[in-house]
DNA sequence: CTGTTAGCGCCTTCAA
DNA sequence: TTGAAGGCGCTAACAG
C-alpha cells in the first residue's frame, strides 16, 4: 500500500457522517435512530473547528471568550453533551468507579451504597454497581469489572488473594471495605471487630456477669467470626467457658438458636451474645414471648451492628456499631488518592465504633 | 511493510504503542503506568489479526474452532478482556442502564436497588447508580446520565414533564418507578397507592371503627399524598371526617405527630392511619410508652409499605406491602424491551398490594 | 473463514 | 488562540 494517496486520516467525518444518516433514513420509518448530537455536529454550527469545541468542555483549556460562547450556543440548541465514554476511551480515565456488594452486607447496612454513592459524586466519579446474591458470584462479576474500564474498585464482599493481585496486575487500585485481603497487601478500611469483640465482652464481665451463651454467625463471615473470636478471647481470659450455636445472621435465627443454646445448657446463661443484632432482635423476641422472659432483668441479649430497628423502643439492644459515615468517607479518599498515583503504597485503617448501651442488657450492679 | 510512507492510516500500531510505553518507562519508577492490553497484542501473539480476535469475543460469530483455541490462549496468557467502553462506542449500545434513586426511596425500600441491579445483571446489563440526596437534585444529575450513553434509564425519583421529554428527544427508554408522569406519556410501574388507601380505610370501616386521625406525609412526596387521598376519599364517603398532622417520614416524627393530633381532637380517635410504616411505628411506642395505651385495645395503629421492622413480634404493624419483586420486574423488563425496540410505546403498570393484617389494627368485631 | 479497512466521538500534540 | 491530523480499542462491512 505504497503510493496511496487518497485515503488517509478521516477528512470528510462531518459530511459522510451526513449521508449515512441520510441513507438510513428511508430505512427506518421513525426518527428514532436519529444519530446522537456530536462534538462536529455543534462545530459545524458554530461555524469552528471540532478541536474548539472540545476545548470548550475541557476543564482549564484555552479558548477566547468569544470562541466559548458561540460553541455553548450552539452546543445549547442542539442538546450536546461530551460523551464521556469516548473521552474516557482517550483519556484512559473512565471515572467509574466499581463497587462490588453483597446481599448481606446491603441488608445490614444499607447506608453504604448510598454513602459510597453520594460521595463518590462529589469528587467526580460515577458507581458502577455490581451486587452479588452469594459471596462467591465474585470471580463472575469481576470479568465485567475489568471489561468496564474503571478507574478503581470498593469491594465490600469477600475478595481471594488471586482476586486482589489480578486487579493488581492491571493496575486497578482497590479497596476492600470491611474485610481484609488473607494475605496480599491490599488497602482496606475496617472496623475492629475483634475490638468490638473484647469491648462487649469485657463490659458484660464488668457488670458482674458470670455465665455466657454465644449465638455465633455463619461459618464463612469473616465480620462475624471476628466478633465472636473477640469475645471468646475475653471471656477464656476471665475463666469463662460460653457455650454456642450458629446462627444464618436471620432474625428468625435468633430465636431459634437461642432455643437451641438453653437446650445444651442446664442453667441459663446470665447473658447471650449474638453475633449480629438481627438475631438479638430474634432472641429478644422468643425470650420475651415464647420463654416469658424478661429482659434485661432475668437475661442480658446484646448484639452487633447498630441497625435501624435496635433503636426501636420496643427493643433498645445493646450493641456496637460501625462508624458507617467515616468508612465510607475513608474509603472513598483512600480509593480516589490511589487513582490519582497508583504508586501509592497500600494503606489499611481501622475504625473503631460505638458501644451503644441500650437496655437488653443489664450493665450496672445486680 | 514495503514502501511504506511513514504516515497512513495506523499499520503500526502494535510497535508504536511499545515504542510508547519504553519512553514513558525512564519516567515513572513503577510500571504501573503499563498500558491495557489490546486485542491487537493478543492479535500479535497468537499470530492472527486483529479483527479475528474481535469475532472470537462476539456471540454467534464465525470463527474456527483452531483460531478460537489459539487466541483463547494468548488471552488468557496476557490476562486480556474486551474493552467493553470501546465497544459501546461503535456498537451504539452500552449496556449500561442508569438508576436514579432517591435517599428516601433507598431509606424505606433498602431491596429495590439491588433488586433492579441484579435482574439487570441477569440480562446482561451494568448499572450505573446515581443517589439523590434530595428528589430535587434530579437535574444536576441528569447531565452525567447523558454523557454516559446509557442504553436506558429507570428512575425512582421524581422527574418532571421536562425531564422525561428530554430523554424523549435523546432516544433513551425511561421507566418511573412507583410514579407516573404528569402529564408526558412515560411508561411506569407503580403500585396503586390510592387503592391501598381505599382498602385499609375500608377495613377499618368495617370493623366498626367509628373516628380517625391522619398522620400524613410530607407534602412533596408523591406516594404518601395518594395513599392519605385514598384513604380520606372511603371515610368521606361513609361520613367521617379526620383530623390530621403532617409528618417527615420518620420514626420520631410518628410520636411527635400522634401527640399534636391527640392535642387538635377533644376525643381520642379510635384508629390512627399513618402514612408510612416508620411513623406508625413511631406513633405506637409513643403511645405505648408515654401514654400507657394498650395497642391495638385501646387505640389501632396501621401504616404502609411493609418494611421490615413492621413484622417485629414487638410491632407486627397492621400495613399494606408493595408487591417490590414484582415491581422491580416489571420495570427492568419493560425497559429492557424498549431497549431492543425505542418505537414501543410507552405503558403503565400497577401492582396491587398485599394487606397485612398484623396485630396493631383492631380489625374484628369490638 | 480470515484479513483489510474505515470509522464510533473524543482528546491532544503540532504548526500556523 | 485556533485548526489539522492522528489515534484510544474496538466492530463491521467487504473482499479474498
Chains 1, 2 share one sequence.
Not at 447496612?109 to 463518590?120: A, I, K
Not at 470479568?143 to 488473594?161: E, T
Request: hydrophobic share 40%.
Amino acid at each position: 500500500m505504497p503510493g496511496k494517496p487518497p485515503k488517509t486520516g478521516r477528512k470528510p467525518a462531518g459530511s459522510r457522517r451526513r449521508a449515512v444518516a441520510a441513507a438510513a433514513q428511508p430505512a427506518a420509518p421513525q426518527i428514532s435512530d436519529r444519530r446522537r448530537v456530536t462534538s462536529y455536529d455543534v462545530a459545524k454550527r458554530a461555524g469552528v473547528s471540532q478541536s474548539a469545541v472540545s476545548r470548550c468542555f475541557t476543564e482549564g483549556a484555552s479558548a477566547s471568550s468569544d470562541l466559548r460562547e458561540k460553541v455553548m450556543r450552539a452546543a445549547e440548541e442542539l442538546g450536546y453533551r461530551p460523551n464521556a465514554i469516548a473521552r474516557g476511551l482517550i483519556t484512559r480515565r473512565s471515572n467509574l468507579v466499581a463497587v462490588v456488594i453483597s446481599s448481606r452486607t446491603n441488608l445490614y447496612y444499607p447506608e453504604v451504597l448510598f454513602e459510597l454513592t453520594t460521595r463518590f459524586e462529589a469528587r467526580g466519579s460515577r458507581v458502577l454497581l455490581f451486587a452479588l446474591e452469594h459471596e462467591s458470584d465474585v470471580d463472575h462479576v469481576l470479568d465485567k469489572v475489568f471489561s468496564y474500564q474503571v478507574d478503581g474498585v470498593v469491594a465490600a464482599a469477600r475478595l481471594s488473594d488471586a482476586q486482589v493481585v489480578q486487579f493488581e496486575r492491571h493496575g486497578i487500585p482497590v479497596v476492600l471495605y470491611n474485610r481484609f485481603a488473607d494475605r496480599a497487601p491490599a488497602s482496606s478500611v475496617c472496623c475492629d471487630h475483634l475490638e468490638y469483640g473484647h469491648r462487649l465482652a469485657e463490659r458484660l464481665v464488668a457488670a458482674g456477669h458470670k455465665s455466657f451463651g454465644i449465638i455465633d454467625s455463619p461459618a464463612d463471615s469473616f465480620v462475624g467470626i471476628e466478633r465472636i473470636k473477640g469475645v471468646r478471647g475475653v471471656l477464656k481470659a476471665h475463666g469463662f467457658d460460653a457455650p454456642s450455636v450458629r446462627g444464618d445472621y436471620g432474625y428468625e435465627s435468633g430465636g431459634t438458636a437461642l432455643a437451641e443454646l438453653l437446650k445444651k445448657t442446664r442453667k441459663r446463661p446470665a447473658a447471650v451474645i449474638c453475633a449480629n443484632d438481627a438475631m438479638a432482635l430474634g432472641a429478644i423476641d422468643y425470650a420475651r414471648n415464647e420463654l416469658g422472659l424478661e429482659i434485661p432483668k432475668q437475661l442480658s441479649i446484646v448484639g452487633f451492628d447498630g441497625i435501624g430497628p435496635a433503636y426501636l423502643a420496643a427493643y433498645r439492644l445493646t450493641t456496637v456499631r460501625q462508624p458507617v459515615r467515616r468508612m465510607t468517607e475513608a474509603a472513598v479518599s483512600m480509593l480516589m488518592e490511589r487513582i490519582e498515583d497508583p504508586t501509592l503504597a497500600p494503606e489499611k485503617r481501622m475504625f473503631s465504633g460505638d458501644l451503644v448501651e441500650g437496655a437488653s442488657a443489664r450493665l450496672g450492679p445486680a
